[in-house]
């Protein structure tokens, strides 16, 4: 019985832990560029897009599909940093904890 309730201590520390990282996340933020930086985005490592950046040298309408698609790269850069940032910080959440292979906590 004792082992129970060491386990369960265990659980409980583990999910505020998790609640931490959780809120620790919706404060960091990741940036992602495209187009050697012409555009910036900067967004949570939750997701939650903060802020666009775009030289002005793009703004000409005849390159307008080239900035949209710089805006797609640049947004999916900040998301890959994001992943690994949440990545990171389970993993020294997680340390030590026999979990099965390939288990998503997020």
Do not use: C, H, W, Y
């Not at 019985?1 to 919706?26: F, H, N, P, T, W």
Request: hydrophobic share 45%; aromatic share 0%; proline share 5%.
């Amino acid at each position: 019985m004792r082992d129970i309730m060491g386990l369960m201590k265990q659980a409980q520390a583990m999910q505020q832990k998790m609640a931490d990282i959780q809120a620790e996340l919706d404060n960091m933020e990741v940036e992602g560029s495209a187009g050697g930086g012409a555009v910036t985005i900067k967004m949570t490592a939750k997701g939650a897009m903060k802020a666009v950046s775009i030289d002005p040298s793009l703004l000409n309408p005849d390159e307008k599909e080239i900035v949209e698609d710089l805006i797609v790269a640049a947004a999916n850069d900040a998301r890959g940093k994001a992943e690994r940032l949440m990545q990171e910080r389970m993993a020294e959440l997680t340390k030590g904890l026999p979990l099965p292979p390939g288990l998503k906590l997020f």
